[in-house]
Structures are given as C-alpha cells and as structure tokens.
C-alpha cells in the first residue's frame, strides 16, 4: 500500500472557479494558513508515525497530511463530527483546495479521519505541536516569555454514571478488555468510565478535566493534557509546565491562580530557579496580607490569556464538552484543538499588524 498521488495541476473548473472563491472569507483565511504555515516537516513527521501507506501492496491510502489538516478544518469551523466534516469537505471547494484533493474526487470517509486520530498518537501530535511553535517563534511570537497554568472542566459525552457503579463498570470493562485483547477482537463502543465526579460552584459535574499552560505574551497554547475531573489542578502543575517548554530557556516565571498554592509548587518552581507566580491564599491561622492582595491583583492581570484560551475553544470549538469516552481520545482531540488556536491566533495577528503597517 501507498499514498494517493493527486495531479496539482488545477483543471479549467478550478481555475474558472478560482475567483469566485479566492474573494470569500474562508479562502482567504485558508490561504492565509497555507502562506504562514511550512507543511513539509509537519508532513515529515507525522508520514513518519504513520503505520498505513509503507507497503506497496494494496489499495493506497490518503495522505496523512490530509487528513491532518482535515481535523483542523474540523476545529476551526465548529464541525461536530466525522460524518459531517466529511459531508462539509465534499460541498466546501475551499475545504477541498486547503487539504489538496482534486474537486472531482470524494472526502476521505469518516471512518478513515476517525482511524487517523488512533493510528497517529498524542506523542506525534506532540512533536507536531512542537514544530509548529517553533515555526511560530521564528515569525516573532514569543514562546518562552513566561507561562500561565490553569485547568477547565470537560463534561463527559455520555449519560453520568452514579459514583457507587463507576467501579463495579470499570472492572468489568478490564475484564472484557483482557479477554478481548486474547481473542485479538477490538472492544466496541462503551460509556465514559474514564470520567469522574467533581464539584464546581457547588454543583456536582460528570467529566474530565484539561490543564493547559499559554505563554503571557503572545497567548499561544504551550501544552495541554487530559485527566479525570476528580484529579486536584495542583496534581498535574508540575507536568503541565515541564511539557510547556520548548525553547532553550526556562521561562522566567509561572502565574497560576489560588487553586496550585502549596508548598510544594513553589519548591519546584524555586529549585529551578523558575520566578513564583502563584497566587496566594488564606490560611487557617493567617490571612492575606494587604501586599499579597495586591500581588494577587497583579497576577490576574497577567494570566486572563488563559481564559481567553478556555472561553474561546469552549464557544467555538465546543471544547466544554467532551467528543469522546476516553481520556485517550479527549487528549488527541484538545491538542488538535490548541494546535487550531495558536494558527489561528497567529494568523489574525500577523493581519492586524499588517493593516495597522499600511496605516
């Protein structure tokens, strides 16, 4: 098995059709990535992860490129699900143009983007997350300027389960997961028993949990993962920030709010000579004083990118609610979802600053 191989050469349609598209929103957004965006060693590295296409037998499989660049389509324009986006890239000429598949020529199946998310995992995700922030550290966004840590609820995909079955559900699943796995039989889809209880504003929640880090300047997404929504935000500090560098430098400072004030994270921050940005808050024996009020005051004005981040994906993107069942999955699809964010951002960006040159 191979790659399909597409003529780019346009037909006297697409070139006929070329401007009337090139003048709507979309294609010129969608152009705008593709002139900002080096597609080759993200190409690279995810052809290189990518298990279908490396025999030369059998029916050719699509471009992983393509289909990447079809989950962030997914992403961009709020598309809910596979069969849609698939329906989406088959009425869209833009949709066609951006992921290189001729107009004459049907979307990749549903089935196909949903097995791409599973054939290529969240550690390629990650290094493709990698390079595009390094590419977009080369256009002058700062990605080691300082961070700011947070974390959002995700509230599961399916019906709740009560607290007292979660268990019992959750042996069963291992048990037939083991028996299955002996007859080489994959497991069909199930409940979210990967999600568990939570409290927020006193009200009990049924999800997952995503913490991220942003950096304070250009608002990009430096790193995000999943856990259940049961995990304390100060759990997972230290692995949201080590997964946050990817510069050369340490960043001078991390800003988090009350809920990671502990002892422990400002020992990690100070034995790597990392600036202490976390808000503080009242102890049982002593309250704030009038210079931590006012420290507190000064972070918020710092870290509010990370809610833009949240308010923004959970609009847009319906990053509020979870897609899938698994930790697994969820984590794959927020990374996609940050990937989205920081094009984007850097894309309405960099047209700001050049309105505001031709001024």
Known sequence: MAFKEYNHRPSFLEIELSSIIGKSRTQKFLSNVDSYIDWEPLESIVTSNYPVGQSDYGNKAYPPLMLLKATLLQKWFGIKSDPELENQINDRISFKTFIGLPLADPSPDHSVICRFRERVGKDTLEDIHHELLYQFDSLGFSIESGMAVDARIIKSASRPVPGRKLKVLREKRKARAQQRKATRRSMRFQRDLDSDWTVKNN?????????????????????????????????????????????????????????????????????????DGIMRKNQINAALTEHEIRRNKMISKVRY???????????????????????????????????????????????????????
């Open 203 to 275: 009200k009990p929640v049924f999800g997952m949990k995503e913490h991220a880090a942003i950096d304070v300047k250009s608002g990009l997404v430096l790193s995000t993962c999943v856990s259940k929504a049961s995990e304390h935000d100060t759990n997972y500090f230290q692995y949201t920030v080590a997964k946050a560098i990817h510069g050369k430098e340490l960043p001078p400072k991390v800003y988090a709010d009350k809920g990671y004030c502990g002892e422990p994270n400002r020992n990690f921050l100070n034995m790597n000579n990392i600036g």
């Open 305 to 359: 990118k990370i809610e833009q981040y949240f308010g923004i994906t959970e609009k847009y993107h319906g990053a509020g609610k979870a897609r899938f069942t698994t930790i697994l999955k969820e984590s794959w699809d927020h990374l996609s979802g940050a990937m989205a964010f920081n094009i984007k951002r850097v894309i309405l960006t960099k047209r700001k600053q050049e309105i505001m040159a031709a001024v």
